[in-house]
C-alpha cells in the first residue's frame, strides 16, 4: 500500500511538473514564436498531446504585420500548425524538436517601403533545431509599388530539413510560378542567415520549369521548358542553365518558330536587376549571341532591357517569318548582323518604344514569287537581255543586301541600303513600318546597259535620244528608282529625271 501511495504521489508530482515545464504548451509555444518573428502571435484553438508522441496542435494561427498597424493585414496565417517531438529528445536534447507541420500557410510579403527589417534577432544564439518543417498547400503573395496585384506564388510542397541557426537549410519545393504560369520545382541549400544582411545570405541549387505560359507576358507568347543551377548570394546569383521553347512567337504575328538557349546570368534577386552575361541562342535555323542587362532607369523610375545582339551566320526568313504577318517570308537566303538594343517597356507600345541601333548583310538571297519575278527581270533589263514574248527571264539570286538600320517610334530607317544583283545595283534610302509592314524607299539604280538597251521594241528607239542623260562614265546607265507598298509585294518605279523628282515609271 505504501509504494502504491507513494508511486501516485510521484505520478502526481510528474504531471504537475509536466504541466507547468511541458515544452509544447501554450505558454511556451506562442512566446517562442513572438520573440522568433518578432511580432504578435495568437491561435484561435491549441491543444496538447501526449501519445504516441509528444507534441501540439494550434489552429487559424495569426502572425500580425510586424508594425502592428491598425487596418494593416496579418504577415502570415496558418490553418493548422502541428509541432512534434520524441520523448527521448525531451531527456537529451531538449531544445530539438523533429517535426513542423503547417497546412494552408499564407504568408503576404509587403511592398518595399513597408518592410522594415532592421531590428536585429538573435537567432544566431538560439539553440532550438529542427528536424523537418513541411508545408502542404500554401500561397506566398509579394506586393509591389509597382504592380496593382501582388505575385502569387502556389505552393504545393515545401520540405526543409536540418534547421537550425548559423546553418544551411535544405530545401525541395514543388510550386506554380505566377509569371509566366507554370510548374516549378527546386532543390538545393540557403543560409545561414546573417542578422541585418539579408543580402548576403548564400544559397545553391537548381530549378526545373515547365509548361511556361509565355503568353502571360506582353508582346510574346509560347510555351517555355527551362533548367538551371544557381549559386551565389542573394543579391548576386550565379545562374546558368537552358531554355527552349517549339512555339515561340510574337503576338502581333502569330508566326511559330523554335528557340533554344544557353544561358549565363548575374542576378539581384532582391531588386530583381540582372547582368546578362551570355547566351548562345538559335531561333529557327538562325544562331545568335546576346548580352545586356535589365536594370531600373532612375530617370523614367522602371525597368528597362538593353540589349547587344550578334549574329554571324543565319537565314533572313527566320527573322522575317518571326516580324510579318505574310504567309510567307518575304525573302530567304543568309544573313549576319548586329544590333544594340533598348527596350523601356514591354506590353502595350512595345514598337513604339522600341529603340534599335545595327547593320545586316544578306548574300544569295531570294524572293518570294512575284517580287522574284520582278528581280529576275530587272536583271535581265539591266544586262540588255532580251526576252521573247511568252518566256520568262532566268532566275537570279541577289548577291548583296546589306544597310545600317536605326529603329525609331515604330519605324526602321534605313541611311544607305546597297543592293545587287546581276547586271544592277542601287543605293537607296528610306523607312520601313514595323506595324503596317510597308516600305517607302528611293535612290538609284545602276545597270550594265543603256536605258534603250534595258527597254524592247519601239520604247528601246524611243528612249535612244535620253541615253545621254542616264549613261554612266564606262558603260550602262543610272535612274532614279523608288519602292513602295508592302514589303511581301513593293511596287518598284524608275525616274525618268536626273533630278529623281517625282513622277515615276512603273515598271510592273
Known amino acids: 500500500m505504501i509504494v502504491l501511495v507513494a508511486t501516485a504521489a510521484l505520478v502526481c508530482i510528474a504531471g504537475a511538473l509536466v504541466a507547468t515545464h511541458w515544452p509544447y504548451s501554450e505558454r511556451m509555444v506562442v512566446p517562442s514564436l513572438e520573440d522568433t518573428f518578432k511580432t504578435r502571435v ?46 527521448i529528445d525531451l531527456l537529451f536534447r531538449p531544445s530539438h524538436i523533429e517535426t513542423i507541420q503547417l497546412d494552408g500557410l499564407q504568408v503576404r510579403v509587403p511592398p518595399p517601403s513597408e518592410r522594415n527589417f532592421s531590428e536585429q534577432s538573435d537567432s544566431a544564439s538560439s539553440k532550438a533545431t529542427i528536424g ?151 531561333m529557327g535555323q538562325t544562331p545568335f549571341r546576346v548580352q545586356g542587362s535589365v536594370a531600373k532607369n532612375a530617370k523614367v523610375g522602371r525597368r528597362e532591357t538593353v540589349l547587344d545582339f550578334a549574329i554571324p551566320r543565319g537565314r533572313v526568313e527566320d527573322a522575317l517569318w518571326l516580324f510579318n504577318t505574310a504567309a510567307k517570308p518575304p525573302m530567304i537566303g543568309p544573313a549576319s548582323g548586329s544590333a544594340h538594343v533598348r527596350i523601356p517597356k514591354f506590353g502595350a507600345g512595345f514598337l513604339k518604344g522600341l529603340e534599335l541601333n545595327g547593320k545586316f548583310e544578306i548574300a544569295d538571297g531570294g524572293f518570294q514569287k512575284d517580287t522574284q519575278a520582278k528581280m529576275n527581270h530587272l536583271s535581265a533589263r539591266a544586262q540588255g537581255i532580251k526576252i521573247d514574248a511568252g518566256n520568262e527571264p532566268a532566275e537570279v539570286t541577289t548577291e548583296a543586301l546589306d544597310s545600317d538600320v536605326m529603329i525609331r517610334k515604330g519605324s526602321a ?55 545621254p542623260l542616264f549613261k554612266r562614265k564606262h558603260s550602262g546607265a543610272r535612274v532614279g528608282i523608288t519602292l513602295s507598298g508592302d514589303v511581301d509585294n513593293p511596287k518598284i518605279g524608275v525616274i525618268l529625271t536626273r533630278d529623281k523628282t517625282p513622277t515615276a515609271t512603273d515598271t510592273q
Open 132 to 282: 523537418f518543417v513541411v508545408v502542404k498547400n500554401a500561397t506566398l503573395e509579394i506586393a509591389s509599388e509597382e504592380r496593382k496585384e501582388p505575385l502569387r506564388f502556389e505552393i504545393h510542397d515545401l520540405r526543409l530539413t536540418s534547421v537550425a541557426a548559423g546553418t544551411p537549410v535544405n530545401y525541395e519545393v514543388r510550386m506554380t510560378n505566377p509569371v509566366p504560369r507554370g510548374e516549378l520545382e527546386s532543390e538545393g541549400t540557403f543560409g545561414p542567415w546573417t542578422d541585418g544582411r539579408l543580402e548576403g545570405t548564400p544559397l545553391h541549387g537548381s530549378v526545373k520549369f515547365t509548361d511556361g505560359q509565355l503568353d502571360d507576358l506582353a508582346g510574346i507568347g509560347g510555351t517555355l521548358q527551362s533548367e538551371l543551377k544557381f549559386r551565389g548570394t542573394l543579391d548576386s546569383v550565379d545562374i546558368k542553365g537552358s531554355a527552349t521553347s517549339t512555339d515561340f512567337h510574337l503576338k502581333t504575328t502569330q508566326h511559330r518558330i523554335s528557340l533554344a538557349a544557353q544561358f549565363e546570368v548575374l542576378l539581384n534577386a532582391l531588386k530583381g536587376e540582372a547582368r546578362i552575361q551570355q547566351v548562345n541562342a538559335k
Open 413 to 467: 530607317y534605313f541611311p544607305e541600303l546597297f543592293f545587287m544583283i546581276p547586271g544592277a545595283h542601287a543605293r537607296l534610302q528610306g523607312t520601313y513600318d514595323l506595324d503596317r509592314h510597308e516600305v517607302k524607299m528611293q535612290g538609284n539604280l545602276w545597270t550594265l546597259a543603256t536605258i534603250s538597251q534595258d527597254s524592247d521594241g519601239i520604247k528601246s528607239i524611243l528612249l535612244k535620244p535620253i541615253d
Open 42 to 87: 495568437m491561435a484561435r484553438q491549441f491543444r496538447r498531446f501526449y501519445f504516441p508522441s509528444p507534441g501540439c496542435e494550434a489552429d487559424e494561427v495569426v502572425l500580425a504585420h510586424p508594425e502592428n498597424r491598425a487596418g494593416a493585414p496579418p504577415l502570415a496565417t496558418v490553418r493548422r500548425m502541428t509541432i512534434r517531438g520524441r520523448y
